[in-house]
């Protein structure tokens, strides 16, 4: 196992955020309500076009022309569901690359469980959750709670390796230090700031980051990687400025839509 | 009718914010997606962990692990009709403490009436609303003109007493004072500021922290009570150093996130 | 072609700002659940209130009552497209002013395409859009990439008045210059900010805007350029003071909540 710590400032992190800006990837996300609107503030913080369309009629036409695409079961409901599933198929079909945020699952929530093994089954590119939802969907008894963490990230790396291992995605464990890895390599980002648990839907922003990066960088594992340690940096330096979430929050996507272009 | 001014500073609220703090309550909200975000920011704010699972399939099994649910009816449709009926029932029979924010009831609006009138019997710890949703819930001509109040607080007070005793839920009447009551004592909670009706939901998110309080603290009229009183501190703090809405926005969950930690 | 520079500093735009706040208008709004929380909050920041109530069972009701509708099709579902045929139907009955914002359509989407046609046929008082939506609604191949703009405000304006000529709504293309029409005079409204489009949300805010603008004004193309010159103006000063899109995105609401009161 060959291990990359990877941390701003890089010149391959840097090389990503610029290509990220140039292409402007258009990002197809599928995410829950209470996360949408930052992750597509991050999305376009990032250069990315977010486009948020959730009708299982439309879901499908969207895949062909998506550069990424993200499904975060977060808020599934009995409608939308099918929505999910369709989607990850057309997604498959298209070879569009595509990012599973597996909200949560493992945590004795039956339709996010079920969906998500199912979603599964359609190859994302990416899979993308906090230790307890990795070693949920890995089958684990994760201790969720809620879309909160209760597990550590380290602890989760064995079986994050295993389910890359298995599945072919690229997957990605967020905690104090983030892991991403393939099955043979792991790539360790440091950094970010503990508020970053403190304002809803960051996880899930770093979701639909990796959407967009690996939407248009060859390589997904670094694509993945550099994302993580963008949105590391921009916690970090937002976390430097600011005392309480609010203006952390603020702050997060200053630092995310100037990051590379000093 | 015993009445309590309950103001900060006081101890008791300071005990109640720090407990809160340190019990980290798991609080489930099915809440509308227009107050999503920010019910989710408060609650992170406050300590507590916000979980907005919103399937029929899963709010049942997420009653009996939560410390305290909340039910707001803002954009209940057909499809969610149900999930809230199954949820208060969910919440009942697991002895889980709820509270009902009845959005709108009483403005002739049939879906969240009658909802909100089978939510009812479900037995709520804490029914919220601005003064016209409490007429509207008690029976009265409310005058509401979409989620806003024509009425004053004062003027619900009487209902909402009434409606306590009937029902043995604390009900709570924001305004420019707050009041919450059990039905025998009324705590009058001023405070606040004006730009907290212009940013959308300020009032939605009372409800949430109110949930997260009644959660983890024994007594539901008193932290009922301390949950109005903190909100209230952080309105009228964030409007001291703001003018527009968007920094009072702001501030608000900055004091919100600090109030307690200094 | 009359053609009519709209900008701030005017009388007629600060005469329309203080009314839209005296009238206080109340606005119905069926919008998608990534810019409703800025959506209402622009609302509010105008002294307009919000109501977001998206149930087919109660958006019939509100239509009657309400100053002003909004009609964004940026998240419709296969649930939710009776709910704004329905709420179209009822506008046009009880004589509401109304708003469409077509977000996306001509981009490939079969549901918001279809939905969009059957809606333009309950006579919108206001059809908003950037050029791509305008060019698609109109027929015309525009090359949307999803809620983005590929084509420019300038290239849609001769189908934007023939759209106004043939439908007898007001047409408004959002772009570098905003283009208000109503067939047979154009308001060229410059100004706002490049950061306008990287905040989720805010060309949506615009249709509210206007909503609530159109609701309590007595012409219908004049309040559609106003709503569309305080935005600008909102934009301006905002991108003036700020860098990055979360302060930007925090300034606009402060200089919309506080133009006019001076």
Chains 1, 2, 3 share one sequence.
């Not at 895949?63 to 808020?75: F, I, K, M, Q």
């Not at 393939?182 to 809803?200: A, F, I, N």
């Not at 916690?235 to 990051?259: C, H, K, M």
């Amino acid at each position: 196992m060959t291990r990359i710590s990877y941390t701003w400032p890089d010149e391959r992190i840097a090389a990503d955020v610029a290509e990220v800006r140039r292409r402007s990837p258009l990002v197809h996300a599928v995410t829950n309500f209470v996360a949408a609107p930052l992750n597509a503030n991050v999305l376009l913080a990032a250069g990315a076009v977010p486009a948020m369309v959730s009708a299982l009629e439309e879901v499908g036409s969207f895949a062909p022309v998506a550069d990424g695409v993200l499904l975060n079961v977060g808020t599934v409901t009995t409608e939308s569901a099918d929505v999910f599933r369709y989607a990850a198929k057309a997604a498959q079909e298209a070879g569009t690359r595509w990012v599973l945020d597996p909200v949560a699952v493992g945590a004795g929530l039956s339709l996010r469980d079920e969906v998500s093994a199912d979603l599964l089954a359609h190859e994302p590119t990416v899979i993308r959750g906090n230790a307890s939802e990795i070693l949920g969907l890995a089958g684990a008894a994760g201790g969720a709670k809620g879309p909160d963490s209760t597990a550590d990230s380290a602890d989760a790396l064995p079986l994050a390796i295993e389910l890359a291992q298995r599945t072919g995605a690229v997957v990605a464990v967020s905690g104090v230090v983030d892991y991403v890895t393939d099955g043979t390599t792991v790539y360790e980002v440091p950094g970010g700031h503990p508020l970053m648990t403190k304002v809803t839907g960051v996880g899930c922003s770093l979701g639909a980051l990796i959407a967009a990066y690996v939407g248009v960088l060859d390589d997904p594992l670094r694509a993945t990687a550099s994302a993580s340690a963008v949105l590391a940096l921009a916690g970090e330096r937002a976390g430097a400025t600011t005392r309480g979430t609010g203006t952390f929050a603020v702050a997060l996507l200053d630092e995310l839509s100037t990051i590379g272009l000093d």
